[in-house]
């Protein structure tokens, strides 16, 4: 699909300037793992937890292997990368619904190093979460290499705690939503100039 893209754009210069093919969708290796795994994920990791480590890490190489396929079809800009049609440094994003049911704890042991390892390869990126990570945001506030958050449904969230960890540090707050801005703003909160609001 991404040959076929990169066809269409190539017959229109001017737009191939301005429009950019984003790396494919294949989410983060711990949904990845939900996915191909089944319910009993959960319980697993209490019980399995060495197996569920070692096919994270299986996941996670061929996640970068893919990812590598891929920027040979459609190279990576140069520093960054565009998701969203919104422009952020690094050349990932990684998607972390499924982290949203983990405690912190869990999320540094099962999350953190898998996500930290593709942040490591690929110079950078951001990360993603639908529903609620302001019981998580802290640890990925500290990962190397998380340039922005991409966060849904901020309603399910504490948007002060979001905004301590990412706009306060430094990590741009990419997507969110124009309600909760004009909520932020209203309250005199700062984003600093590091946050896309739509």
């Not at 076929?4 to 990845?32: T, W, Y």
């Not at 990812?67 to 422009?87: C, F, I, K, N, T």
Request: charged share 25%; aromatic share 10%.
């Amino acid at each position: 699909m991404a040959r076929r893209f990169k066809e269409i754009l190539a017959a229109c210069p001017k737009l191939s300037q301005s429009a950019h093919i984003f790396h494919p969708d294949i989410q983060g290796p711990m949904n990845v793992c939900e996915m191909l795994w089944g319910g009993s994920l959960y319980v697993d990791l209490y019980d399995k937890p060495a197996l569920i480590k070692d096919f994270l890490s299986l996941i996670t190489e061929t996640y970068i292997a893919f990812m590598r396929r891929s920027q040979e079809v459609v190279p990576p800009l140069d520093g960054y990368a565009v998701h969203w049609s919104m422009l952020h440094r690094g050349q990932i994003m990684i998607r972390d619904d499924a982290a949203t049911n983990f405690s912190p704890e869990m999320f540094e042991e099962f999350v953190r190093p898998y996500d930290q390892r593709l942040l490591d390869e690929f110079g950078g990126g951001g990360l993603h979460f639908c529903g609620r990570g302001d019981h998580f945001i802290a640890k990925v506030a500290e990962m190397p290499g998380v340039y922005a958050i991409n966060m849904t449904q901020a309603e399910h969230n504490d948007v002060e705690t979001i905004c301590r960890h990412t706009v306060d540090k430094g990590i741009n707050l990419i997507g969110l939503e124009e309600r909760a801005a004009k909520q932020l703003f209203r309250s005199g909160r700062s984003l600093q100039g590091r946050a896309h609001c739509w």
